[in-house]
């Protein structure tokens, strides 16, 4: 009778073995699946700018539970919930496109008030400080501006006028006697509202469009010194180089700065400041 | 089974009843399931904002937060600890649904539920096979997948598939191919898997199931003694495993349905023309004494009301 049970124990051991097994691997190949669906779904393309206050895209994929709310409460119908298959955004989740509608940079945030899980953070409190994207003046071959007409559109549009956009003139080369008013963009102001975009005047593409931080911006280039920057030295007090200045008491009197056109030739070395080496090669002529 | 077994589902309570009566629950049931469709279409339609967002979240009256609390749990299982809206609104619903059933959810307010209710009728009158049943804890493997996906990829991983969300939201927001994953689930349930999404796989109703588990509402086959064996009940019900333990429970079994699996969607208690099912609370102990033992082919005399 033991071997009996002991049977049926470890035919109910192998049935749990194998249903387990059985569940683990199914599972692990669903899993698979659909961690690789996601990862191919959260790619954010370019044009879809999230809304005001938006975490980066993974926590923002951690936090938004796709209700809307947001899409809601926007005055303007500038949000839109991304539609499977047609909106590159993950299914369902909020973004605008700047050449439709863009953000008119509420000044209470609805949107920001009425996401329930902090997918748009809450610390957000000034819509100046929102970081929506950067605009970008992506053709200046075909921007009326850079052609050295004054369209100025964006310009006049931005709500953070002479900030994030400031028209820098230039010496119009073409016509030899005008100038270029250059559409500058200030990333460190520009919120990425899209009212540039939207009211570039062109045809269908916009010269100027919002691109998310992580494609309009190069990381600062820490290796290098822009010595006119105020307390950006070139050289952080670590050595004292000698000056180099023309008159008596420095080393050069002839040659001020040390620079000697060449059709002048090397200064004797009797001269006062005269050029004298202290080793000579034989056979040069030298008065040891 | 009695002579009756071959007769329609719910043929004698029709007759019994009259069709309203015998689909009450029914109609009710998809009474609620428009009206928690219509309530978020009223502000896109006709501009009354009192019910903003869908099932994921939403917001009434502009005071009342609802959140999904599976969609919460995801969301913790990503690292994102949700603002207190949030989980003022998913505390509701969870306790809510703890109470009155988990898997009221699945019958009263999914829309997937007349999507695969609808396949499942095609799927008896084209006298389909059942085709794959998986095992009972396939749902709960795929319930920890999800779990382990959103931890995995940060993300509220189901929300990226889930047919609910993408209907529901997809309806009130705008479609996009969305649509294609429900007809997808459409699909399965006639030709691959008879109530297969709903009552197999969906870890939506899974979670809604565990979160019930000590439910106060639930379904008792109170008049047990009078069951004729004409298998409606069986018949009828999404989960029939669910029935077998109240309804051919001996006199000291409790006659409650208290399987978490049972979705409260009185469909047992519409098809019974011998009104053996009612709904009752968890705590009910009427005294339900079970069947006196009879043969296959001989019911009970004078227990059937169409003897």
């Known amino acids: ?58 926590d923002f994929l951690a936090a938004c539970i796709r209700c809307g709310l947001c899409v809601r409460d926007c005055p303007y119908d500038t949000l839109v919930l991304a539609e499977l298959g047609e909106d590159g955004a993950a299914t369902g989740t909020p973004y605008f496109t700047a050449r439709d509608i863009p953000c008119e940079m509420c000044e209470d945030i609805p949107c920001v008030a009425a996401c329930p899980t902090g997918a748009l953070d809450k610390d957000l409190t000034n819509i100046d400080d929102a970081d929506m994207g950067v605009a970008v003046l992506i053709d200046e071959e075909t921007c009326l501006n850079a052609l050295g007409l004054r369209c100025d559109v964006c310009y006049r549009v931005c709500p953070v006028i002479d900030e994030a956009i400031t028209l820098e003139r230039s010496h119009n080369e073409r016509s030899g006697h005008h100038a270029i008013f250059m559409p500058t963009v200030h990333a ?55 000056d180099r200045l023309p008159g008596p008491g420095t080393d050069n009197l002839v040659a001020p700065g040390g620079y000697l056109p060449a059709t002048e030739g090397i200064p004797e070395a009797s001269m006062d400041g005269g050029f004298n080496p202290g080793l000579k090669l034989p056979g040069t002529g030298g008065s040891n | 089974m009695s002579n009756k077994t071959k007769l329609p589902v719910g043929q004698e309570a029709i007759e019994e009843f009259g069709w309203m009566y015998a689909h009450r629950f029914l109609l009710l049931r998809r009474a609620t399931q428009f009206f928690f469709l219509a309530i978020f279409l009223l502000g896109p339609w006709f501009g009354i904002w009192w019910f903003k967002g869908n099932l994921s979240g939403s917001m009434t009256f502009n005071f009342l937060p609802l959140n999904d609390p599976f969609i919460t749990v995801q969301s ?3 690292l994102h600890w949700p603002e207190t809206t949030a989980l003022i609104g998913a505390v509701i619903v969870g306790v809510i649904y703890a109470l009155i059933g988990g898997r009221v959810y699945c019958s009263w307010v999914c829309p997937i539920n007349p999507v695969t209710d609808g396949a499942h009728w095609i799927h008896e009158k084209l006298g389909m096979q059942k085709g794959w049943q998986p095992k009972h804890n396939t749902r709960y493997w ?20 889930n047919p609910i969300s993408m209907l529901h939201r997809g309806l009130i927001f705008g479609m996009g191919f969305a649509w294609a994953f429900v007809v997808a689930v459409f699909l399965f349930d006639i030709f691959v898997s008879r109530r297969g999404w709903c009552g197999h796989l969906c870890p939506v109703g899974t979670f809604y199931g565990l979160l019930g588990t000590k439910s106060v509402v639930r379904i008792s086959a109170v008049k047990r003694s009078e069951c004729d064996d004409c298998m409606d009940c069986f018949a009828v019900c999404p989960e029939m495993h669910v029935i077998s333990p109240a309804l051919r429970g001996k006199d000291e079994d409790t006659a409650l349905i208290l399987s978490p699996d049972c979705t409260n969607c009185g469909r047992c208690i519409d098809v019974c023309a011998m009104d053996v099912f009612k709904f009752t609370h968890r705590f009910d102990d009427t005294p339900a004494p079970g069947r006196v033992q009879r043969t296959r082919t001989q019911p009970a005399t004078g227990a059937s009301k169409a003897a």
Not at chain 1, 31 to 47: E, T
Not at chain 1, 218 to 238: C, F
Not at chain 2, 142 to 161: K, R
Request: hydrophobic share 45%; with cysteine; aromatic share 6%.
């Open chain 1, 1 to 58: 009778m033991s071997a009996h049970i002991r049977n049926t124990s470890s035919m109910d051991r192998r049935r749990f073995l194998q249903d387990s097994a059985r569940g683990l691997t199914g599972c692990a190949v669903a899993g698979m699946g659909l961690a690789y669906f996601i990862s191919d779904a959260r790619a954010l393309p370019a044009q879809a700018l999230r809304p005001p206050g938006a975490l980066s895209e993974p």
């Open chain 1, 188 to 242: 460190d102001k520009c919120t990425g509202c899209g009212k540039c975009e939207k009211s570039c005047v062109l045809p269908n593409e916009a010269a100027i469009k919002v691109l998310p931080r992580r494609i309009a911006r190069a990381d600062a280039a820490d290796h290098y010194k822009l010595g006119w920057e105020d307390r950006n030295p070139l050289v952080d007090d670590l050595i004292d180089l000698p």
């Open chain 2, 76 to 78: 913790f299982a990503a």
């Open chain 2, 142 to 161: 795929i319930l920890a997948m999800v779990v382990a996906v959103s931890a995995a990829t940060g993300t509220i991983a189901w929300e990226f598939v």
